[in-house]
């Protein structure tokens, strides 16, 4: 027995081995007559047959004891080469005798007939290797490990079926299959079972022969790409010729689902990715923009608010980012087009609105309204397609972002008429119909968001709020609340700050009036006063509009500023007549008395008519003290001919010092408390300068606190670098202009704030 034998033998096989060494020597010719005879031969015949039953037990060991001994025999009858090379030689005789033959003879048969035959005979062959392996075992378990150059049996047997059979016929087997494929995409039902039964010939040879897949993605894989690639090249220029691009994205949806199913259904698992990826260049990534310009494509889409169609446009490109960014510019410019179209739409009727104000009188009916609503609606409508069908991809909220900025940011126009907008739906009484306030304060705040210069917003806001509150014309309070809490979310508390501070005003002053009642005797029926009390700084404006105070309203006037300065010692208090309400009561005639609901100055050339029946112009800017332009509009308004409170002689729009003014006796309303409306006309142009002016201000000391802010921190910087610090840090609230910036860089080194650098002119240094 050769020692490098019995070295893996277990110790009572050992013993059994030294019991035999005296038996009779075993021939060669003997040995293999009677293995062939009665193992290889008719387990051969077996496996032909069909049959699983192949020995019995008693047979199978008497065979296997038979092998054994002529292994363990000493040289030289040791047979365990030859007992090896007579393993090959079955096997290789096996496979070119018997399968060739049939495989041969499938060939001239149908190709259905020849994928049976092949994986028949593949699983036939794993059987056969198999059960010699298991003959031939002693073989494995001693000889092959340590002898060179000598594989197991497995893979002997594996390697003979790969290079007589496998070599031949797999380009048919192949063709077959690539066959069957694409009867397949053409409709037609195929034995899946029998095909995935074929490909496993593919991926078993690989793996048996290898350890990995080359054999199968080398044989099978890249022939199947190739084939999808031509088929889906040439299918995909007839239907772009044929379908309209929602039919296009279907098909294309449909053959990749058929794709990934063919995979998982007899292809390997590992050819998923690269069979997806082949189909998705051929019919997506090629075609993409003359599928996303067609009259139906992407743009059409989105007009036809099209949401299964944008989903299934979304699914197929989502995780190409090179393609899904052709297509977040496309669905940014055609949002941008949309707003684009709704602003221009108003322009002309807000031209419209204004010409027929002027045929009315004064009167302005509103046309900002539309356009607001407009784009809250084109806003829920493209954020709605973001949220639904595009999953709230960055990319594309990115793109729906930039486009609301493009077209709102032209001009403050929508930023003025969203304030606007606003300020009548949280008003009492409010005309525009929303469904849901909360949702449309939502959409408003998302609006807000994209206004670049939201100082303008912020400011028209803040004293549309003011005329809410002192007028009490504020619908809901937790609706005001609601949009603040929203506003600050957006933008901080900086300002919204102010806002708080404004209702908190109101509420002390509800307070202060309750206590002023209970603790002053204001005696006289014939006056009664409810003031608020603003606080500088939290109310839009600080400048006072000089005016005379009524006779009427002196003491109880004069009573309250005692009262207050005696709470809030060291405090200033200023009548503002410009803003507030009053409620007049009017004797027209003896029989017609109403109370008039009207502004502070309205009331006030009210009260000029207690002295004298007729008044002109001229006397009443006297008595009341109010500036010419302010009085002339309210004045206006109490005789205009909807109103007809006053009556002017002439009666003509214009207004002259000598014109003049009397009660209408001939006043009728059925009505007893009637609301008097200031009648403006369609812009006060004098009124938007101001408010421009005021921002302004306000953009300048921003400017001017960023720049001293940025430079106590740096101490020296260059002029560029400056510029582009403070752009970053009041972008939130505006995009102040660089040569703006300059200016104030010059006014602040004109205070000594700042210096040039003496030795380079483009750097500044910090003054402490």
Not at 10 to 23: A, N, R, V, Y
Not at 32 to 53: A, H
Not at 645 to 667: C, R, S, W
Request: one cysteine or more; charged letters at 30%; aromatic letters at 10%.
């Amino acid at each position: 027995i050769n020692a490098e034998y019995m070295g893996g033998l277990p110790q009572g096989l050992c013993l059994f081995q030294s019991h035999i060494m005296d038996e009779e020597i075993i021939t060669l010719e003997a040995g293999l007559k009677s293995v062939d005879s009665n193992g290889i031969t008719p387990f051969l015949q077996f496996i032909e047959k069909g049959e699983r039953q192949f020995f019995k037990a008693k047979d199978f060991v008497s065979l296997y004891d038979l092998i054994f001994k002529m292994c363990i025999q000493r040289d030289p009858f040791n047979w365990s080469q030859n007992l090896y090379n007579r393993y090959a030689q079955a096997v290789d005789e096996y496979v070119k005798n018997e399968v060739k033959q049939s495989l041969e003879e499938a060939c001239r048969k149908d190709e259905s007939v020849f994928l049976k035959e092949w994986s028949k005979r593949w699983n036939n062959h794993k059987l056969v290797v198999a059960g010699l392996s298991k003959l031939f075992m002693y073989l494995d378990r001693f000889y092959a490990p340590n002898t060179d150059n000598v594989l197991s049996l497995k893979d002997q047997g594996f390697k003979l079926y790969k290079d007589s059979i496998f070599e031949a016929f797999y380009k048919n087997a192949c063709s077959a299959i690539l066959n069957a494929i694409e009867k397949e995409r053409l409709g037609e039902q195929r034995d899946r079972q029998m095909l995935q039964d074929a490909v496993k010939v593919f991926t078993e040879i690989s793996t048996q022969m290898q350890k990995s897949f080359v054999i199968y993605q080398e044989r099978l894989e890249e022939s199947v790409l190739d084939h999808a690639n031509m088929y889906y090249n040439r299918k995909s220029r007839q239907w772009m010729d044929e379908d309209s691009c929602p039919n296009y994205l279907e098909k294309a949806e449909n053959m990749l689902e058929q794709e990934r199913s063919r995979v998982k259904d007899y292809l390997h698992r590992g050819t998923e990715e690269k069979l997806v990826q082949t189909v998705y260049a051929q019919l997506l990534k090629s075609h993409q923009k003359e599928l996303l310009d067609k009259k139906t494509g992407l743009a059409y889409l989105l007009t036809a608010n099209s949401l299964t169609d944008l989903s299934r446009l979304y699914r197929l490109y989502k995780d190409h980012l090179e393609e899904l960014e052709r297509i977040a510019t496309i669905f940014q410019d055609c949002v941008n087009k949309a707003g684009e179209d709704i602003v221009d739409k108003n322009d002309q009727a807000a031209i419209a609105a204004a010409a027929a104000a002027a045929a009315a009188g004064g009167l302005v009916a509103d046309a900002n309204h539309q356009l607001i609503q407009s784009l809250l609606e084109l806003h829920a409508r493209y954020n709605d397609i973001v949220s639904k069908c595009f999953e709230k991809h960055q990319l594309m909220q990115k793109s729906l972002k930039k486009a609301f900025e493009s077209f709102i940011n032209k001009d403050s126009r929508v930023s003025r008429s969203l304030a606007k907008f606003v300020n009548d739906v949280l008003k009492k009484g409010s005309k525009i119909n929303v469904k849901d306030i909360d949702s449309t304060l939502d959409t408003v705040v998302f609006l807000y968001g994209y206004i670049q210069e939201k100082d303008v917003f912020e400011r028209d806001y803040q004293v549309f709020l003011s005329h809410r509150l002192l007028m009490g014309t504020c619908g809901s309070e937790h609706a005001e609340k609601s949009m603040i809490a929203k506003l600050k979310t957006e933008c901080g508390y900086q300002w919204t700050n102010k806002l708080e501070g404004m209702f908190k005003d109101v509420q002390l002053s509800k307070d202060l009036m309750s206590s002023f009642r209970n603790e002053i005797e204001v005696g006289g029926a014939d006056v009664q006063l409810d003031a608020t009390v603003c606080t500088t700084g939290y109310w839009p404006s600080s400048k006072h509009i000089p005016s005379t105070m009524p006779t009427d309203l002196q003491p109880v006037c004069e009573k309250f500023k005692r009262f207050y300065l005696n709470k809030h010692t060291g405090h200033k208090l200023e009548w503002r007549f410009d803003q507030g309400q009053a409620e007049v009561l009017v004797d027209f005639s003896p029989q017609v008395k109403r109370s008039l609901v009207c502004s502070t100055y309205q009331m006030m050339i009210m009260l000029t008519f207690n002295g004298q029946k007729v008044l002109t112009y001229k006397q009443i800017l006297d008595i009341t003290g109010v500036p010419k332009a302010e009085l002339a509009n309210h004045l206006i308004s109490l005789c205009h001919p909807k109103v007809a409170v006053l009556k002017k002689n002439p009666n003509v729009k214009k207004l002259e010092e000598a014109h003049m003014f009397m009660i209408n006796k001939d006043y009728k309303n059925p009505l007893k408390k009637v609301n008097i409306p200031v009648l403006r006309a369609a812009e006060d142009q004098d009124n938007a300068e101001e408010e421009n002016k005021v921002i302004e201000l306000q953009r300048r000391h921003q400017m001017d606190a960023a720049i001293v802010r940025i430079m106590k921190t740096r101490k020296q910087l260059r002029h560029n670098m400056l510029v582009a610090e403070v752009i970053q840090q009041l972008s939130a609230r505006f995009k102040p202009k660089p040569n703006d910036i300059k200016k104030r860089i010059e006014a602040l080194i004109e205070q000594d704030y700042l210096e040039r650098d003496s030795s380079d002119r483009g750097t500044y240094n910090y003054l402490a």
